[in-house]
């Protein structure tokens, strides 16, 4: 069974950083990209980051250039996504989402994370 | 990057067809079918309903079909159920190698 578990959310005031966390488990990790996405609340779906299997490929939508950036360890089956010089308008619930293997593709979601930005 | 558009709202009785239409460019619908379909309950993680335009993951109900045309990606759902409310998404990968969602559509089952 695939599974996608974040970590990391919280309250954090504006201009401040948060790093999430996501392990994966029930497939082959290293064979696949991953995704960020991201739905403030009440509101829809935001796509925020990939990144390839071997980190070659990442991409970032263009509201976040800069102030956010994708990582992952096939080691520890797990992706990270650092957030830094957040606003309030970066709140929202994030979600882990499961890419392609070798094409692109979107399927398995985690259950999220919620970041708060705010005084 | 902007939006693919989705209706805000549709709604139909039980039993009924409906479908729910996504519009994009040629940078991303018209030129590929990396077209998903998601559906989502409200406090639930969205979960996959199609692929690849039209493709069903193992699991998902055939009252659920998909089809493109140019820039426009559609999803119908055939024999409406009370469990079909939900919120409906579609992503399409682009020619930047990114994702842009459409906006949703809350489906009402009246």
């Known amino acids: 069974e695939v599974l996608l578990v974040e970590s990391g959310g919280g309250l954090v005031k504006p201009g401040g950083s948060l790093r999430l966390s996501c392990a994966a488990s029930?497939?082959?990790?290293?064979?696949?990209?991953m995704n960020w996405v991201r739905q403030a609340p009440g509101k829809g779906l935001e796509w925020v980051s990939s990144?390839?299997?071997?980190?070659?490929?990442?991409e970032y939508a263009d509201s976040l250039k800069g102030r956010f950036t994708v990582s992952r360890d096939n080691v520890k089956k797990s992706v990270y996504l650092q957030m830094n010089s957040l606003r309030a308008e970066d709140t929202a619930v994030y979600y882990c989402?499961?890419?392609?293997?070798?094409?692109?593709?979107?399927?398995?979601w985690g259950q999220g994370t919620l970041v708060t930005v705010s005084s | 990057q902007s939006a693919l558009t989705q209706p805000a709202s549709v709604s139909a009785s039980p039993g009924q067809s409906l479908t729910i239409s996504c519009t994009g460019t040629?940078?991303?619908?018209?030129?590929?079918?990396?077209v998903s379909w998601f559906q989502q309950h409200p406090g639930r993680a969205p979960k996959l309903i199609l692929y690849?335009?039209?493709d069903r993951p193992s699991g998902v109900s055939n009252r659920f079909s998909g089809s493109k045309s140019g820039n426009t990606a559609s999803l119908t759902i055939s024999g409406l159920q009370t469990e079909d409310e939900a919120d409906y998404y579609c992503?399409?990968?682009?020619?930047?190698?990114?994702?842009?969602f459409g906006g949703g559509t809350k489906l009402t089952v009246l």
């Open positions: 040629s940078s991303d619908i018209g030129i590929y079918n990396y």
């Open positions: 990144i390839s299997r071997s980190s070659t490929d990442i």
């Open positions: 989402v499961r890419g392609g293997a070798g094409r692109p593709h979107v399927d398995y």
């Open positions: 992503i399409s990968y682009t020619t930047s190698s990114t994702w842009v």
């Open positions: 029930g497939f082959s990790f290293s064979s696949y990209t």
């Open positions: 690849a335009v039209s």
